[in-house]
């Protein structure tokens, strides 16, 4: 588990009337990972590579925590698990500068401001790491969530025809938008807004 990261964790913040918890989600969150994830709605499933209902595939992002290859963020509200992150990173390819994003919200946590905050420890996370880039993944569908990382300065790189398909068998575009972090890291130290801008 990465524990060298340069944010301490937990944060806590003000969302609309609640207060919310942002730590780093440890192989014990598993049961709470479990119920977080059954209770999403199909679809936001297609932002991960791989079908996260399935348990042997939360096992393997559990180990992954573990061993480092992933970092992710828990956001919980009165102990209850309601967003979660991952940064994936895999340290023997040619691309182990670039960190896979992924960002999931309850349903209900929607439109309040916690994914756009969570994308943005998610950018302290990846400078930790020495991350120079991040990329994400979406169906082309889903206009809300790419709205909000092209207004957290995510960029479209490329469409993916027919790229994924649910469990129904249907096909659907994929979007891949990227952010390099460390570019604008250093424009804001150059800029001498770096402490402002930690929270």
Request: charged share 25%; with cysteine.
């Amino acid at each position: 588990m990465n524990t060298n990261l340069s944010r301490a964790y937990p944060r806590q913040f003000r969302c609309g009337d609640e207060m919310v918890e942002i730590d780093l989600l440890t192989p014990a969150d598993g049961e709470a990972l479990a119920r977080f994830v059954a209770g999403l709605p199909k679809h936001d499933l297609l932002f991960a590579r791989r079908d996260l209902s399935h348990p042997k595939v939360l096992r393997a992002w559990l180990d992954a925590l573990q061993s480092g290859d992933i970092t992710s963020l828990a956001a919980r509200c009165q102990g209850e698990l309601i967003g979660c992150t991952g940064v994936l990173v895999d340290p023997h390819s040619w691309s182990r500068h670039v960190g896979e994003l992924r960002v999931v919200l309850a349903p209900v946590w929607r439109g309040r401001g916690l994914g756009r905050r969570l994308v943005q420890e998610s950018f302290a996370c990846a400078l930790g790491l020495g991350l120079d880039k991040l990329v994400v993944h979406m169906t082309v569908d889903q206009r809300a969530s790419i709205t909000v990382f092209e207004e957290l300065g995510f960029r479209a790189e490329a469409v993916l025809r027919k790229h994924v398909k649910d469990s129904q068998g249907r096909s659907f575009d994929l979007a891949v938008l990227s952010h390099h972090v460390a570019e604008v890291a250093a424009r804001h130290a150059t800029w001498g807004m770096t402490e402002a801008l930690q929270g």
